[in-house]
Antibody, heavy 118, light 106 residues
Framework: ITLKESGPTLVKPTQTLMLTCSFS??????????VGWIRQPPGKALEWLAL???????RYNPSLRGRLTVTKDTSRNQVVLKMTDMDPADTGTYFC????????????WGRGTLVTVS | SYELTQPPSVSVSPGQTATITCSGD??????ISWYQQQPGRSPVAVIH???ERSSGIPERFSGSTSEHTATLTIRGTQATDEADYYC?????????FGGGTKLTVL
């Protein structure tokens, strides 16, 4: 299983961020597979953002709910994260990771993509 | 929102046992995962579902959970184990992380 994040490296405050996670080695149309999004501000802790599963069950961090939308394109093996109203405090590395309801774990992770809001 | 508390830092001598705790309300109702993150690298899962070792993780890594505390234990700690460790609590709606613990092997 491999995953790779892609999207803009620089966004302006108030803009909307769209990140794509392209993956291989599993299918998001097959139970119990899923994909998670996580971010990490420079020098700080991991923060869970969202999960999406094969049956379109979506879960969001309550502190960011309303700003986040996650969608999947099973034919292209991609998951898209949309985050609205970006702020400099949203600067950080954004990761996607494989997950499964069978393990309740994020494994493996992509390499991450650094997004700067300025 | 749900919070998990980890000690900011833990120190251990090589060959000794390192213990990293993660505390939160009603942990017994959740599944706990642990991740290792070395500098400049993506996190790697070491433990899932409280005590199951993830693929390729040495047997010296183990996990346990009680009602309010989850514990990651590393026996025979090696220099290569020096990293940040994060716990994560999964339930039917969220999957929150703890604040992370920096493990120093000295």
């Amino acid at each position: 299983i491999t995953l790779k994040e892609s999207g803009p490296t620089l966004v302006k405050p108030t803009q909307t961020l769209m990140l794509t996670c392209s993956f291989s080695g599993f299918s998001l149309s097959t139970p119990p597979e899923g994909v998670g999004w996580i971010r990490q501000p420079p020098g700080k802790a991991l923060e869970w953002l969202a999960l999406i599963f094969w049956h379109d069950d979506k879960r969001y961090n309550p502190s960011l709910r309303g700003r986040l939308t996650v969608t999947k394109d099973t034919s292209r093996n991609q998951v898209v994260l949309k985050m609205t109203d970006m702020d400099p405090a949203d600067t950080g590395t954004y990761f996607c990771a494989h997950t499964s309801l069978a393990t309740s774990s994020l494994d493996p992770w992509g390499r991450g993509t650094l997004v700067t809001v300025s | 929102s749900y919070e998990l508390t980890q000690p900011p830092s833990v120190s251990v001598s090589p060959g000794q046992t390192a213990t990293i705790t993660c505390s939160g309300d009603k942990l017994g109702d959740k599944y706990i995962s642990w991740y290792q993150q070395q500098p400049g690298r993506s996190p790697v899962a070491v433990i899932h579902r409280d005590f199951e070792r993830s693929s390729g993780i040495p047997e010296r890594f183990s996990g346990s959970t009680s009602e309010h505390t989850a514990t990651l234990t590393i026996r025979g700690t090696q220099a290569t184990d020096e990293a940040d460790y994060y716990c994560q609590a999964w339930d039917s709606t969220t999957a929150m992380f703890g604040g992370g613990t920096k493990l120093t092997v000295l």
